[in-house]
């Protein structure tokens, strides 16, 4: 019994780790951003949880096989955040702002395959709304 609870304590742990993924660099305007990929399920789940911080310009994409209406909320999530909802050829679609700690539900107003989450007020500071577009390997072009 006590191994399987050391066994428990470990994989607490773990999950309460950051997640360092592959990035991919995309453009907003004169912009460079580092984005982490978050493509598999598990990684999706985990998104950007127990995170202290994050640099300026870095974010995480995140990846799904098909369209739907994506939601998100900040549980375990200490940043506050700012997440925009992409089209498949990058143009914003909706951007939400999010508070930590919550489980309030932050909705893409249309099914989208992309979502790419920044520190608070990055795309506002940098005059990005709906219909502006992020550039990248992952999107079409327009």
């Known amino acids: 019994m006590p191994a399987l ?3 428990c304590g470990a994989a607490s742990a773990q999950e309460a780790r950051p997640q360092r993924l592959a990035t991919v660099t995309l453009t907003a305007g004169m ?5 982490e990929v978050a493509a598999s399920p598990r990684e999706r789940e985990i998104g950007l949880m127990h ?3 994050m640099p300026a310009n870095a974010g995480m994409l995140f990846v799904f096989e098909e369209k739907s209406v994506q939601c998100f909320w900040m549980k375990n999530t200490l940043l506050p955040l ?3 909802f992409l089209g498949d050829d990058g143009r914003i679609v909706n ?4 508070q930590p700690m919550t489980e ?4 893409s107003k249309s099914p989208v ?3 790419l989450e920044m520190n608070q007020g990055w795309f506002a500071k940098r005059g990005l709304a709906t219909g502006s577009r992020i550039g990248g390997a992952p999107f079409s072009p327009p």
Not at 95 to 98: L, Q, R, Y
């Open 31 to 35: 912009h460079l951003i580092s984005a």
């Open 113 to 115: 395959r992309y979502t």
């Open 95 to 98: 951007i939400a702002d999010m």
């Open 104 to 107: 309030t539900s932050h909705c």
């Open 82 to 84: 700012s997440i925009a």
């Open 5 to 7: 609870l050391l066994l």
């Open 51 to 53: 995170r202290p911080n």
